[in-house]
């Protein structure tokens, strides 16, 4: 089991109530408190806004982590965030890196991406940034094989839990053998994470685990060791 267990918040406005604009707070909202507990990844997980609105989100979304995460004394912030699918979104706003589906660009081919983008002069905050950060989807042991040849920075593994045909416990524990570190997601639990870290996950992705609790005490439950 990791000696520290890491965390994956997926973001889901459309989970919040109210109108677009009250969704948008509370989006914001719950990921200042992801920065404030230290939540390693936020993944902006919005499909359905046009690219421009995606963009205008993803700004603010930056600027909320920062304001949350970067007191006087300097402190780098911890919290990186990702955007789903969208590296020309990513470049565009200056995010950390991308989040891939299984059967998206590679994220070799991604990273070529960021760095053309770099010496052409397009995505201008980008180029004062380090590499991408690359997560992947997988859903199958084999999907986890190829995302870390495919030199990958971690892989989302699910649904351990949920659905008509979760991947299970044992499925989890397979694809957590390989060497690039593998976040559960699917049905994941205050109950029954610690499953998943007893099977080999660095650590915990979830929309609805982020989102309908306490972030500080999720993270404080399951650090605490």
Known sequence: MPSTCRFYYITDR?????????????LLDKIAEA???????????????????????????????????????????????????????????????????????????????????????????????????IGVSCHSEAEVLHAKENAADF????????KALPAGLAALHRACQHQIPVYALGGVTLDNARQCLEAGAAGIAGIR????????????QLRSG
């Open 35 to 133: 920065a404030c507990c230290g939540v390693d990844y936020v993944q902006l997980r919005e499909k359905d806004p046009s690219t421009h609105d995606l963009e205008l989100l993803a700004r603010d979304a930056v600027i909320t982590i920062r304001q949350h995460q970067s007191p006087p004394t300097g402190r780098t912030p911890t919290t990186r965030l990702l955007i789903n699918s969208r590296s020309d979104v990513a470049l565009a706003t200056g995010t950390d890196g991308v989040h891939l589906r299984s059967d998206d660009v590679s994220p070799h081919d991604t990273r070529e991406i960021w760095t053309r983008s770099k010496t052409c002069g397009a995505g201008a905050l980008a180029r004062e940034n380090p590499p991408p950060i």
């Open 14 to 26: 459309t989970q919040f109530a109210g109108d677009e604009r009250a969704r948008r707070r509370h």
């Open 155 to 162: 892989a989302v593994f699910g649904p351990v839990f949920e």
């Open 209 to 220: 685990l982020f989102q309908q609790n306490d972030i500080a005490q999720l993270v404080r």
